[in-house]
């Protein structure tokens, strides 16, 4: 038992380094393997590892302990995974996880260890440091992994803002085509669904744009989504009507055909999304706040360029 035990311990390790490589080089396949790795550390080895540990030892009284530890490294293996995968909730199970080893973890330890008179104090000493290294290691891992993506996404926003300074300069044409008209109808949609997205933030359009960073909940996913939902519940179903209505436009207007047929790449747009989510509901729900402000920003950019160069 111990021998496939110990197999399964190293089969997971692996899989994990292997996991954390591909993450750190940004290779494919890096999220998969990381997950299959936790998943099997938390579901298999672990419970395996504490069984065999609890049948194979003496004193049976301290299965409380058992499991509280194994429910301890369940919420900081998860929120750990949830975390590095940008996955919904990911702040409040670490929220969770972090003092939980101090709160619930530590005083059973000391309580149960504390009535066995052949434990070594080094013991204590070892598990005291196990817990402050977690500590150091978790808080280092949500500030990491979410700062480089979050600050990406405001030098983008920057990036469109300038952007859109010099554009609104160029003056407007009183002539405009059935393009141009669509494309103003799209340009509402899009300051529509920031707006409402930015009012649950407690931020304007213009102090986003002027200093964007004040997102308290940036790295969440689904909260833009949340955000623009319309009465049947869909959320960007709006947008996702306004875009297919521009390119439909496009494609009947001479002369901009070739526009018609890059557009979808232009705008990040497809309705032949396979599957139970739409285009829109993979934009707003599957990405994070700070992403989801930063599409809106960049596709009102690409529209008032293709605008000014009509």
């Known amino acids: ?30 999220g998969i393997l990381i997950t299959i790795g936790i998943a099997a550390l938390v579901l298999i080895f672990l419970p395996a590892a504490l069984i065999n540990n609890y049948r194979s030892g003496e004193n049976k009284s301290s299965l409380v302990l ?12 998860t929120a750990m995974l949830f975390k590095v995968q940008h996955w919904p909730y990911a702040g409040a199970l670490l929220t969770i996880a972090l003092p939980f080893p ?34 150091v290691f978790s808080a280092l891992l949500a500030l990491n992994v979410s700062k480089v993506r979050i600050d990406e996404s405001y030098n983008l926003s920057r990036n469109y803002s300038r952007m859109e300074t010099v554009l609104n300069q160029i003056p407007k044409k009183a002539d405009e085509s059935s393009v141009s008209r669509e494309i103003d109808e799209v340009l509402r949609i899009v300051k529509n669904y920031r707006d409402r997205i930015l009012k649950d933030e ?42 297919k209505d521009l390119i439909s436009v496009m494609q009947k207007t001479p002369g901009y055909e070739s526009l018609a047929k890059s557009a979808p790449s232009i705008f990040d747009y497809s309705d032949n999304i396979t599957g139970d989510d739409s285009w829109a509901q993979l934009i707003f729900n599957d990405n994070t706040l700070s992403w989801s402000l930063i599409y809106l920003d960049g596709l009102e950019t690409n529209l008032n360029m293709i605008k000014a160069s009509l």
């Not at 197999?7 to 750190?24: D, E, N, P, W």
């Not at 058992?66 to 293996?77: A, D, S």
């Open 1 to 30: 038992m111990k021998q496939k035990i110990y197999i399964i311990g190293l089969c997971t390790a692996l899989v994990i380094v292997a996991g954390t490589v591909f993450k750190v080089n940004h290779f494919p396949g890096a």
């Open 66 to 77: 058992y499991i509280v530890t194994y429910i301890t490294c369940l919420l900081i293996f």
């Open 202 to 243: 407690d931020l304007s359009s213009e102090q986003w744009s002027k200093e964007p960073g004040g997102l308290w909940r940036a790295d969440v996913r689904g909260i833009a989504g949340n955000a623009i939902l319309n009465a049947d519940g869909l959320p960007g179903e709006e947008l996702d009507r306004g875009l």
């Open 102 to 135: 101090y709160v619930v973890f530590l005083p059973v330890f000391l309580y149960v260890t504390s009535k066995n008179k052949n434990f070594n104090i080094y013991n204590t000493v070892f598990v005291l440091l196990l817990l402050a290294m977690n500590s």
